[in-house]
């Protein structure tokens, strides 16, 4: 995976998207999950810890106003194969515990398994109505929460026999109950 960041105007009715730089979703100084989590405030925070970012605001806190976190999900079948997944970055839902914390990511699919031979990556345009949303996924940071300030390095496991993310019943029930409230049938 690619993480990029993109300046998105309204055009015409479309969104353009124009690459900036590459950004960081991992990484205790430079990831945008930890840095929100500074600029939310630790202050009486602890282990375990149910927390909640959200991506824009987050993202144009640390850049420019109308800067989108974009995920390119597959950059190896973009290089070679023409098909782009990208994906902005909506939400990022946490659970905060022994040292490790799991994350549900709330996503926008841009440009969805999307054949296209002439796109330029760095600046697009799509139609805002064919976008497919919410998607979710989750993820692991080697990292927490411990006396009020970021602990651990905040980036993914390692390679390993399994990077499957685990949720014990609390998380899990604390994942479905964000994800049951983001979809559009419980709004």
């Known amino acids: 995976m690619a993480y990029l960041l993109y300046n998105r105007t309204h055009e015409d009715g479309n969104w353009r998207f124009t690459s900036k730089r590459q950004g960081f979703l991992y990484g205790c100084r430079v990831g945008i999950v930890a840095n929100a989590l500074r600029e939310q405030g630790l202050a009486g925070k602890q282990e375990p810890w149910e927390w909640h970012i959200q991506a824009s605001e987050a993202v144009q806190q640390l850049n420019a106003p109308g800067d989108v976190f974009v995920i390119d999900l597959k950059p190896n079948q973009r290089i070679k194969n023409k098909k782009f997944s990208f994906y902005e970055l909506l939400d990022v839902w ?48 080697s990292g927490s929460i411990e006396n009020e300030k970021i602990k651990g390095k905040w980036l993914p496991t390692g390679p390993a026999s399994s990077n499957a993310v685990l949720l014990w019943p609390e998380v899990a029930e604390y994942f479905a109950d964000t994800i049951k409230a983001q979809l559009p049938s419980s709004s």
């Open 94 to 141: 946490g659970y905060s515990a022994n040292g490790w914390t799991s994350a549900l990511l709330r996503l926008r699919g841009l440009l969805v398994d999307d054949y296209a031979p002439t796109r330029d990556c760095n600046d697009f345009t799509i139609n805002p109505e064919k976008v497919e949303e919410p998607i979710f996924t989750f993820v692991y940071f």
